[in-house]
């Protein structure tokens, strides 16, 4: 299939008559070259896709066909698997009888006779529409992470805002209510810092569950006094979820750092350590435990306690099964649910 000039009489008179009948009657593009490369066939199928007869094709080489930007690139491959005699597959577009360039995936194999190398064999297969639907998702995804960044960009903005405002009117608060809104604040910046990991998640349609966790563990560590709160990821296995498991999940891991926090003095540092059972087939299983430390003291009494309540809402909305108060002696086990995946 690389350029040469056209095959000789005698070089077509190799190829027996029973191949001759056996590839015209295949319902695919198909064709077979010399040692040289030097194409000797091509059957009734490529004949009609193409227009031209078999001479014309041979005689003017159907390489002349070929889309101008598939040219080089095409006979690059041709020629290292001809230099190698091994097998090759190469996908580019050929003109069609009507001059429309269709995109045709070639696979090809050496012939090898009695020792002797042959040639190739190849047969090619229209895969247009499956190229334009590929183009189609490339472009819907390009156009789905810009207004997920869009969103994002907007949803940041307002949680800044409301972040604002609770803390104007936590201030001009009476002191015994100074506390609920510091932690009304405190998970406002929550959310906002969740909704930025999901954003820079590499692949935001399916997310890796540990390494989304060791990001947002790191930022929830930096919410209020570096070095108070530290949150340990660990298990085995590469678990994959769908945003809105990922969004609920870190949500849930959000609010048991800002309970962990709520409940202590400034003074106390918390440790909250997570583990993922990830095994290939099955459901994502995590179990939480938030421990604090043995100087801990009693936490802020004006201070609503509302991890429970807000950690079942968020599993409801995720369909996460949970069970469990992330104490050390019962933890906090949320069996995520399967996936899901967009095909």
Known sequence: MVAQTSSSGEERAVLSDSFRRFADSVPLMMWRSDPEGATIHHNECWLDFTGRSLDEELALDWRRGLHPDDFERHARVVADAFAAREPFTVEFRLRRHDGAYRWLLDTARPLVEDGTFRGYLGSCFDITDRKHAEEHIEHALAEKETLLAEVYHRVRNNLQVMVSLIGLYGRAAPDPCRGSFEALGQRVRAIALVQQHLHEAPHIASIDVKDYLHR??????????????????????????????????????AEIVAECLDATAESVACTIAIEIQAAAGAPVRLSIVSGLSEAAEAGRPNVPKLGPRLIAAYAAQAEIAVTGTAAPDDPLLLHLPETRMAG
């Open 216 to 253: 947002l563990a790191s930022g929830l560590g930096q919410l209020r006094r570096a070095g108070r709160i530290g949150v340990q990821v660990g298990g085995t296995g590469t678990g994959l979820v769908e945003p809105r498991t990922a969004n609920a999940l870190g949500m849930i891991v």
